[in-house]
């Protein structure tokens, strides 16, 4: 499983990477293969102000819809519309053409409370047993 | 503790996702929905269906048990060709879907959805006619489906009977492979293919023989969308026994002129008074699944109001677009009306669709997959 080390990650398994000065968002190796078959996304609007922890867009694979969670505070300032026609991206290429959307952090200290890769892997393999 | 099938060791050899289907533990899927999907359509999958259950009806009055059971005209289905059919309780619902299949002169194999089986063995068995025997034969035996467009071309290489002469809807015995042994042209998934009934041993060679000429592994879940996308109604999703069959669209399997059957009084009546709600297929061009329990709307004049409800849905891989069937008032069953279904409190339009959605081989068969067999792929297969 492919857990890039620059990235960080929440529990519920998005990833999180911060550029200029926004946070991009997707989610895991780990979460998309757990998924599968991803066929549509609904993505959040661009302006939508979102709480660290709030369910802001949903994937749904062949069997069922999943919540995808924010994992800092802020306003939406992208998304990735290639995912309205494409879902399959966040299958094919989760951490880079498979990006979700990003967030204007309101508090840039809301990364504190993302994990590591090295802590993501304990709790994947934790959640594994 | 859940049952397993004689395949049971092998789907977690193959690195199966596992799920819990009314108390078995059956595959859910082997490497995706989808791709498993695909070569159903394109080429060829195998399909362990052991967890249903394998009931014979034998004896010199099996015809006239089964015709007061069943809603088809049983004495009408010829040796060795088989019948789609329901049983129906008195108030005219369905107990189960089932097909029956003539393997004898008076004997009959009925293969039976998995959570009804006791339920279908009692039921049978209490309104037994004359001289019937009723015997579930399931214990020890298994049942492969081998679908798709390859499926009579791979399959005459491994067994000793007719296969690609067999038409659809006949069942013809596999002599080499014991008492009752036998294979069928049906399926679930809309396309051409056939269902193998076997002793396990039999079964568990045969599995490893279709895997090993290119078929691809399909659980349960490829299954449940191959059927939504050939209209095919699920036992317990899309019908229960508080549904009639002209409220699910089978009317088509029901014979009204046999003197009697269990459920026809109820159906004649209900035939007077009309329906409350009918079975209809509908899709959307883009968008979310519809999933069971969600809303239908429609508009009526001028205003939106509640008319339904969803019960089954899918994506289909192939039409490439979100699919659903669910109960809507009958004034709403016409194809082109606008349905409009409730998604996360969102609204998205949807159009009723004649049934099936997917009306049977277009391209010519490919072998596709992520784990493509060689191009030996026919000469591989092992002699009889």
């Known amino acids: 499983m492919h ?9 519920t398994h998005e990833w ?17 293969e757990e998924l599968r078959d991803v066929v549509f996304v609904e993505l959040p609007k661009v302006g939508k102000t979102v709480k660290q922890g709030e369910a802001v867009a949903v994937i749904e694979s062949v069997k069922a819809a999943f919540d995808i969670y924010a994992p800092v505070s802020g306003a939406v300032a992208r998304v990735n519309d290639a995912l309205v026609k494409s879902p399959q991206l966040i ?25 590591p ?9 934790a959640g594994a047993h | ?55 014979l009806v034998t004896g010199a009055d099996a015809v006239r048990t089964l015709n007061h059971v069943m809603v088809s005209d049983i004495s009408q289905v010829g040796k060795h060709r088989a019948c789609y059919t329901l049983m129906l309780n008195d108030t005219g619902g369905i107990i189960d879907d089932l097909i029956v299949y003539r393997i004898g002169e008076a004997d009959y194999l009925v293969i039976v959805n998995c959570g009804n089986r006791t339920i279908d063995v009692e039921w049978l068995t209490a309104h037994r006619q004359g001289e019937t025997a009723i015997t579930d034969i399931s214990q020890g035996r298994s049942i492969l ?39 069928a042209r049906t399926g679930y998934t809309g396309g051409d293919g056939f269902e193998l009934f076997l002793p396990d041993h039999h079964a568990k060679r045969l599995w490893e023989s279709i895997l090993a000429s290119g078929a691809k592994p399909i659980g349960l879940g490829a299954r449940d969308t191959l059927r939504v996308e050939a209209g095919l109604r699920l036992y317990g999703t899309d019908m229960d026994a508080t549904t009639s069959p002209f409220e699910a669209g089978l009317d088509w399997t029901v014979a009204m002129n046999k003197p009697a059957f269990i459920g026809k009084e109820a159906l004649v009546r209900q035939r007077q008074q009309g329906l409350a709600k009918r079975l209809v297929g509908f899709e959307l061009s883009q968008g979310p ?80 997959g992520s784990n493509p067999p060689t191009k030996e792929f026919l000469s591989h297969a092992p002699p009889r």
């Open chain 1, 3 to 11: 857990l890039p080390a620059e990235l960080l990650y929440t529990k």
């Open chain 1, 16 to 32: 999180a990477r911060r550029e200029a000065n926004e946070v991009v968002v997707g989610i895991t190796s780990h979460a998309q």
């Open chain 1, 91 to 115: 299958n094919q290429d989760c951490y880079a053409t498979g990006w979700m959307f990003t967030i204007s952090p309101n508090d840039p200290g809301d990364v504190s409370n993302l994990m």
């Open chain 1, 117 to 125: 890769s090295e802590e993501y892997t304990r709790q994947i393999e």
């Open chain 2, 1 to 55: 503790m859940m049952h397993k099938t004689a395949l049971h060791e092998r789907h977690r050899a193959l690195g199966a996702k596992m799920t819990d289907f009314h108390g078995w533990e059956m595959p859910l899927y082997y490497t995706g929905i989808l791709e498993e999907h695909a070569a159903v359509r394109q080429a060829l999958g195998v399909f362990d269906i052991s967890h249903m259950g394998q009931v």
């Open chain 2, 145 to 183: 489906a081998v679908q798709g467009p390859l499926s009579s071309r791979v399959l005459e290489h491994m067994i000793d009977a007719k296969v690609a002469g067999l038409g659809r809807f006949e069942i013809a015995p596999i002599r080499t492979m014991g008492p009752d042994a036998c294979l």
């Open chain 2, 289 to 368: 699944v519809p999933r069971t329990g969600m809303e239908l709307l429609a508009d009526v004049g001028g205003a939106t109001r509640r008319v339904g409800i969803v019960t089954s849905g899918t994506f289909s891989p192939i039409l490439k677009r979100p699919l659903g069937m669910g109960y809507v008032e009958p004034v709403f069953t016409a194809p082109g009306t606008v349905l409009t279904v409730i998604v996360r409190h969102q609204r998205y339009h949807g159009t009723v669709v004649k049934l099936p959605f997917w009306k049977g081989e277009s391209a010519p068969p490919t072998l596709t």
